[in-house]
C-alpha cells in the first residue's frame, strides 16, 4: 500500500489533490484505517506485528503528505509572491497631465513680478455696473467707450465690464491708502474680432496709491515689468494719450529682442496718473456708505494692459481668436507644463 501511496503522495501538484489522496489512504474510512479495523478479527499472536506493520506504513504515509504539504504551500507563496512582485527601479508610466492656458502662465509671469514688488492680486466682478464701469472713472456720457457698440449691456441695465479699471474703484472704496494692486480678469467688448481683437480677453490692471506718486515711479514700475518678461535688456517706450480716468496719460510699448536677432516695439497697454475726478468719485462712494472721505489730496498710478498680446508673442500664435476656439490642436500643446 506504501508503494502506491508515496508516487501518489509525490504526483499531487495542489493541495486539493493531496487533501484527496490523504483521504484515500488515512482518512476516516480511508484504505489503512480499514486495515486497522481488521485487527481485531486477527488471532491475538498476529494481532501484534500486524498491528505495529500498519502502523509504520500509515506513518510513512503521515511524514510523506507533510512533507509534500510543505513543499506545496511553498510553491503556491513563492508563485504569488512572483505574481505580484513590483519592480520599483522599473521608470514610471507617463499619467495624462493637464496644462495651464497660455493666457494663465502669461498671468502668473505677471503677478509673480508684481507680487515680488509688493503687490496684492485681486480679482472682481464681470458684471457691473455703468456706474463703477464708466462714471465713477470719469467717462463722460459722450464717451465713444459708451456706445451701444462698445460695451454687452444686460436686460437690467448692468453691463459686462468693458476693462478691470471699475475694480480700482471698488478696492478704493474698501480700502484706505496707501495701496498697491493688480486685477487680473476677463472683460468684454462688442466689437467686430480679427487677429488682434476678440469680444472676450483678459487685462491686468495696476494700481498704486499713495503721498506724492508720480509718473517717474510710473515709467519705473512699467520698466521692470518689461525687464521681468523679457529680460534686462528690454525697454519701454511711452507715448502720450487719452484716458477719462488718467490726467496725464500714455500709451506704452515694451521692446524686446531675443538671440535668435526677433525684436520689435509691443503696444501693450494705457497708463497714467488717477485722474482727481476718480479719487472724488471714489470718496463720494465711501461718504454714502458711512465711511470716510482719505482719498483727496492723494496722487497715484494706474496701467491696464492685455496679456493676450504678450501669449501670441511669447508662444507664437498668430491669431488671438485661436485662444478661445477650443481647439485643442492649440490648447494640447501646452500640456503637462505646468
Ligand atoms: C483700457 O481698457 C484702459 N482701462 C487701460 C488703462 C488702465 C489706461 C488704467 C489707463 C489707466 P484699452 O481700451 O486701450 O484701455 O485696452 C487696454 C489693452 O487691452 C490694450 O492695449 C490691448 O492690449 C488690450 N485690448 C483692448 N481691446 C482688445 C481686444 N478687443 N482684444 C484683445 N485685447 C484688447
Not at 95 to 121: K, Q, S
Amino acid at each position: 500500500m506504501q508503494h502506491e501511496a508515496i508516487p501518489e503522495i509525490q504526483a499531487a501538484t495542489t493541495l486539493e489533490a493531496l487533501q484527496a489522496v490523504k483521504t484515500k489512504y488515512v482518512g476516516k474510512s480511508g484504505l489503512v484505517t480499514r486495515e486497522l479495523g481488521t485487527l481485531g478479527k486477527l488471532p491475538p499472536e498476529e494481532r501484534k506485528t500486524r498491528g505495529a506493520e500498519i502502523n509504520a506504513v500509515r506513518q510513512a504515509i503521515q511524514d510523506a503528505l507533510d512533507t509534500r504539504e510543505t513543499t506545496l504551500k511553498r510553491e503556491a507563496l513563492d508563485a504569488q509572491l512572483a505574481s505580484e512582485a513590483i519592480d520599483v527601479t522599473l521608470p514610471g508610466l507617463p499619467l495624462p497631465a493637464g496644462g495651464l492656458h497660455p493666457i494663465n502662465r502669461v498671468y502668473d509671469d505677471l503677478t509673480g513680478i508684481y507680487e515680488r514688488l509688493g503687490y496684492t492680486v485681486v480679482e472682481g466682478p464681470e458684471v457691473e455696473d455703468e456706474h463703477h464701469n464708466f462714471e465713477a472713472l470719469n467717462v463722460p456720457w459722450y464717451h465713444p467707450a459708451r456706445d451701444l457698440q462698445d460695451t454687452f449691456w444686460l436686460e437690467d441695465g448692468r453691463l459686462l465690464r468693458t476693462h478691470t479699471s471699475p475694480m480700482q474703484i471698488r478696492y478704493m472704496v474698501d480700502h484706505e491708502p496707501d495701496l498697491k494692486i493688480v486685477v487680473r480678469g476677463k472683460v468684454y467688448r462688442y466689437e467686430a474680432t480679427d487677429a488682434t481683437h476678440e469680444s472676450m480677453f483678459h487685462q491686468l490692471e495696476g494700481l498704486v496709491v499713495g503721498d506724492h506718486i508720480n509718473m517717474a515711479d510710473l515709467k519705473g514700475t512699467i520698466a521692470e515689468m518689461a525687464r521681468g518678461l523679457y529680460g534686462p535688456r528690454a525697454k519701454v517706450r511711452f507715448q502720450p494719450s487719452y484716458y477719462p480716468f488718467v490726467e496725464p496719460g500714455a500709451d506704452f510699448a515694451v521692446y524686446w529682442d531675443n538671440p535668435r536677432g526677433e525684436s520689435k516695439w509691443l503696444e501693450l497697454g494705457g497708463c497714467g496718473m488717477v485722474h482727481p475726478n476718480v479719487f472724488k468719485a471714489v470718496d463720494d462712494l465711501r461718504e454714502a456708505q458711512g465711511k470716510e472721505r482719505v482719498y483727496e489730496g492723494k496722487t497715484g498710478f494706474a496701467f491696464g494692459l492685455g496679456p493676450e498680446r504678450i501669449a501670441m508673442l511669447k508662444y507664437k500664435i498668430p491669431d488671438i481668436r485661436y485662444f478661445y476656439a477650443n481647439d485643442p490642436r492649440v490648447i494640447g500643446q501646452f500640456r503637462g507644463e505646468l
